[in-house]
């Protein structure tokens, strides 16, 4: 790692966009309509549009740290369609459900693009849609086999791309094809997060900061300045939800690590392309995603070490020095011309991952606890639905309203199993890992037709 790069800080768009003013903790015990905890994407947007369903709920938020501490403000900026466990919701409910589920993601790409001009957020969004390459042979049947599969489920605005064309968009080393959606843009998470924490509180809503919440239980939000106790208390906490009593085993927090170049000048930009700024990523086993910056550096992230022992989480965004390394040569391997290029920013976050990667949203009508997440990295978009569908939920239990078009989403009320206690934990998480890691290499040497045996036992025992 070069002395140049700043390391942790939490993330490299609060470098660019500076850390928010702190806003007040809770100074005692409280009453509310409805408690949210987390105030990340998913805590904010959901007491957004509550806020605006019903304008005289009182709404409190509840947060450890500051509003966007976490994933939602050290993400790579993708707000796109991917939904974790589309293919498992249509195993379990049939392919229309899931059909249904895959529309709504792409709408969802649409209402955070509206809801933020609306607020007046200016979040760097360029709509260029989302761009994935492959640059061996075994990718590129993955790629084929993938953009097949997206045809056949009815996603017929997905186009496979040859090498050639590939170009045409973006310039990476050794590219042999690549599949590109619409259904993408690319955004500053931190200037999205920040704006929709302020027009939360513009509408009214309660927001605390430093207010850590150590236990949630039925009508209590606890925390060591008082309780807020509240008929829904809904938990947002995503990869940090194993840090809450009784949580440990629920979803999975894996890192997952960036670094940020510093501005290229227009006469590399000529070289690489990309001036349709689409998300760029690939189809490796531990893959990676990229963005090139309203300011035109290219932030561009992938799997660091992957879990910590215990379900420890953070360390406000340090990551480790090989994690740099390695990332930095996938950027080389990607463009070689920017070998002499300085990476002055790296950082990781950490998203939640549930036992069989499928993404939730909950109410449970006897408790009025709540939950949305475990969207394996896949979030940016998602919890707004999930916000969304909280929203419609709560005003169902409360008789605001009936079932609607998102209750009926076949992610809604899914149960998953808990993760296995340690070390299996741990070791299951480093071997999977291990085994995309190497995956990756033999097919990049060997350039095998086919995709590694061993990464697809990975897939199988992992659950993925
Ligand atoms: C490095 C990285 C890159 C990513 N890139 C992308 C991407 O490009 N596209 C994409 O779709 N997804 C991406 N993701 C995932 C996406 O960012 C997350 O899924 C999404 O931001 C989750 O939002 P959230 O609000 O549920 O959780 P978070 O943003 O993690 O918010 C949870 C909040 O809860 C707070 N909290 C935790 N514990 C407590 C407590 N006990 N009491 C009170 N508050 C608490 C935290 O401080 C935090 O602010 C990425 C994630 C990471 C880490």
């Not at 109410?363 to 997440?373: C, E, N, P, V, Y």
Request: net charge positive.
């Amino acid at each position: 790692m070069s002395t140049r790069t700043i390391n942790g800080g939490i993330s490299f768009w609060y470098a660019q966009d500076g850390i928010p003013a702190p806003r007040e903790p809770l100074t005692g015990d409280a009453t509310a309509d409805v408690v949210i905890v987390g105030g990340g994407y998913t805590g904010l947007w959901t007491a957004y549009y509550l806020k605006k369903a019903v304008p005289f709920l009182n709404i409190t938020v509840l947060e450890a740290r500051f509003c966007g501490y976490g994933a939602s403000g050290r993400n790579g900026g993708w707000l796109y369609n991917g939904i974790a466990g589309r293919d498992r919701y249509a195993k379990l409910h049939g392919h229309e459900a899931a059909v249904r589920l895959q529309r709504a993601m792409n709408d969802t790409v649409e209402e955070v693009v509206r809801a933020a001009a609306e607020e007046s957020i200016d979040a760097d969004v360029h709509r260029g849609g989302v761009l994935e390459v492959a640059y061996t042979p075994a990718q590129l049947a993955r790629l084929k086999a993938f953009h097949a599969a997206e045809l056949a489920f009815g996603e017929k605005d997905r186009l496979l791309l040859g090498a050639r064309e590939t170009a045409e968009r973006v310039r990476v080393a050794g590219a042999v094809g690549s599949a590109w959606t619409p259904h993408g843009a690319r955004i500053h998470p931190v200037k999205l997060v920040k704006g929709l924490a302020a027009a939360v509180e513009a509408l009214g809503v309660t927001v605390h900061e430093s207010t850590p919440v150590t236990e949630i239980r039925p009508k209590h939000a606890v925390t060591p300045y008082g309780t807020v106790r509240a008929p829904y208390v809904l938990r947002c906490t995503e990869g940090f939800t194993a840090s809450l009593k009784g949580q440990r085993r629920a979803w999975l927090p894996m890192n997952s690590s960036m670094i940020a170049t510093e501005p290229l000048p227009a006469d590399l930009w000529e070289t690489i392309g990309w001036e349709g700024r689409e998300t760029l990523g690939d189809m490796a086993h531990a893959y990676m995603y990229a963005q090139r910056t309203a300011d035109d550096r290219i932030a561009l992230g992938g799997r660091g070490v992957p879990y910590r022992f215990g379900s420890r989480t953070d360390n406000d965004g340090r990551t480790q020095p090989e994690t740099v390394e390695a990332l930095r040569e996938i950027l080389i391997r990607f463009f070689p011309q920017l070998a002499g290029v300085a990476v002055t920013h790296a950082w990781s976050g950490v998203l939640g991952v549930p036992r069989d990667w499928c993404a939730t949203v909950t109410l449970d009508r006897s408790t009025g606890l709540g939950w949305a997440g475990g969207y394996v990295g896949s979030g940016v978009a998602t919890a707004n639905l999930a916000a969304r569908t909280l929203r419609d939920l709560v005003q169902q239990d409360s008789g605001q309203s009936g079932p609607t078009d998102l209750t009926a989403l076949p992610w809604v009320n899914h149960k998953v199993r808990r993760w296995e206690p340690e070390p299996f934990r741990w070791l299951g998480v480093q071997g999977m890992y291990a085994a995309y890691r190497g995956a990756d290499r033999r097919e990049l040497s060997t350039h095998a037709a086919t995709t590694d045996r061993v990464a697809l036992v990975a897939d199988r025992v992992s659950g993925r």
